[in-house]
Every structure is written in structure tokens, then in C-alpha cells.
């Protein structure tokens, strides 16, 4: 079965550059979100998107900001970066908007700041 | 906001033997709660959930009981096999939206002794 798909996998950045994460959701799923997992930490909620809308917004920083595609692609735009923001970013997707939609994830973008 | 403490920390158990993980949230208002399994480089991976209307459910060696008035869910494992370690995460999530991100309890390291 398909499952999301982020990119790159991999990602290293000097403090204050930019960077961009991608996430491709399972087809017909409509809803993505964003997380954000320290070493050794619990995945912590970022920001949502339903049907290209934002949906819910967590503990995003206002240097981080996303959007998704009409094809339902969703994109993580991080500027300024900081040491801090090393860590795996996960994408999830789920169908629909019911609150008991499972939400699958991805394999993660490790994001290493220097 | 919601607060998801999960105990314990680290769980060793002989293979065979049983493993218990509990969680208890905060907010009265959530009403789905999944588990995910997270092994070492990958994302987690959902094993089973629950919904607030329903007080147990099983699939084969999983299962997972919910007291709402206690305001606590717990995760069991009956015999228990070496591919059973890894990172398990209870979360909840409140009943505004399908859109609305998951609040993750803090981990339980499983270690599953041969």
C-alpha cells in the first residue's frame, strides 16, 4: 500500500539559511500535518491543513510557516534557522474530517543545523 | 491545552510475559486515543486506537482500555516477542476537528529481554 512520502530525507543547513520539507500524502487523503521530534523527545504538533485550508496550529514558530497544494502536497518552509531547529520532522495524512480519522506518518526528514 | 503523561519511561520484560504501558490525559473534551510504535530511524506507526465511546478494544495480542471518568487509557501486550521492542506513544486528541493534531504522551522504551 502507499504511504506518505517526505523529502529530502536528509537535510543539513548552516544557522540562519532556509530550508524546505515536503510531504506527498496517501492518494485521497486530504488532511497533512506537521510535527516536529527531538532526539529522544515525543513528536510535537506543528501545524494542519484540511482540504488546503489550515486547520489547527501547535507550538509552530512564526520563522516556520507551510501550506498545501491543490494536489494536497504540503510544503514546510523554516527560514532563520537556529541549532534548535535540528531534530526529524515527521508529515502525517489522514482522510476526511472526522476526529477519529487515523493519521499515518511518514518516514521523517532529519534536519541537521551546523 | 491538552497534557498526555505516559508511565513508565523504560519497560523491560522477559519474552512470553506480558507488557502494560498506562497513560492518563488532562482534558476532558479528547476523545480518540491511539498508540503508535516508533522503532529506532522511522516514523511511528499507529497499532491500534480508541474511541471515547468504547472502553476496550483487542486485536490479537494488543489491547487497549479506556476510563474516562479516571481520565486514563493503557496499553497491553500478552506475549510479548523480540520484534515487540521499540518506542511506544499513547496520544489524544479533543473532539474540535478530524484536522486537529495529536498531543503525544513522552514515550515507553520497551525492551523485550530473550
Known amino acids: 500500500a502507499a504511504g506518505v512520502i517526505q523529502s529530502p530525507r536528509h537535510l543539513i543547513k548552516e544557522k540562519r539559511e532556509t530550508a524546505t520539507l515536503k510531504c506527498y500524502p496517501i492518494p485521497r487523503h486530504d488532511t497533512v500535518y506537521w510535527y516536529q521530534q527531538g532526539p529522544g523527545q515525543d513528536p510535537q504538533f506543528l501545524i494542519s491543513?484540511?482540504?488546503?485550508?489550515?486547520?489547527d496550529k501547535g507550538s509552530i514558530p512564526d520563522r516556520f510557516s507551510a501550506q498545501q497544494f491543490s494536489d494536497y502536497h504540503s510544503e514546510l518552509n523554516m527560514s532563520s534557522l537556529e541549532l534548535g531547529d535540528s531534530a526529524l520532522y515527521f508529515c502525517?495524512?489522514?482522510?476526511?474530517?472526522?476526529?477519529?480519522?487515523?493519521?499515518?506518518f511518514g518516514p521523517g526528514t532529519r534536519l541537521t543545523v551546523l | 491545552g491538552e497534557n498526555v503523561e505516559q508511565h513508565p519511561s523504560t519497560l523491560s520484560v522477559q519474552e512470553g510475559d506480558s507488557a502494560v504501558i498506562k497513560c492518563t490525559y488532562s482534558?476532558?473534551?479528547?476523545?480518540?486515543f491511539p498508540w503508535y510504535k516508533q522503532e529506532l530511524g522511522k516514523g511511528p506507526q499507529l497499532i491500534i486506537d480508541?474511541?471515547?465511546?468504547?472502553g476496550e478494544k483487542k486485536d490479537q495480542r494488543i489491547a487497549v482500555t479506556l476510563n474516562k471518568t479516571a481520565k486514563h487509557f493503557s496499553l497491553h501486550i500478552t506475549e510479548t516477542q523480540p520484534e515487540d521492542s521499540a518506542v511506544y506513544f499513547c496520544a489524544a486528541r479533543d473532539q474540535g476537528g478530524g484536522a486537529d493534531g495529536l498531543t503525544f504522551g513522552k514515550g515507553t522504551h520497551l525492551i523485550i529481554q530473550p
Open positions: 502525517a495524512s489522514s482522510l476526511g474530517g472526522s476526529t477519529y480519522n487515523e493519521q499515518f
Open positions: 482534558d476532558s473534551a479528547s476523545n480518540y
Open positions: 480508541i474511541r471515547s465511546n468504547v
Open positions: 491543513f484540511y482540504e488546503k485550508m489550515q486547520s
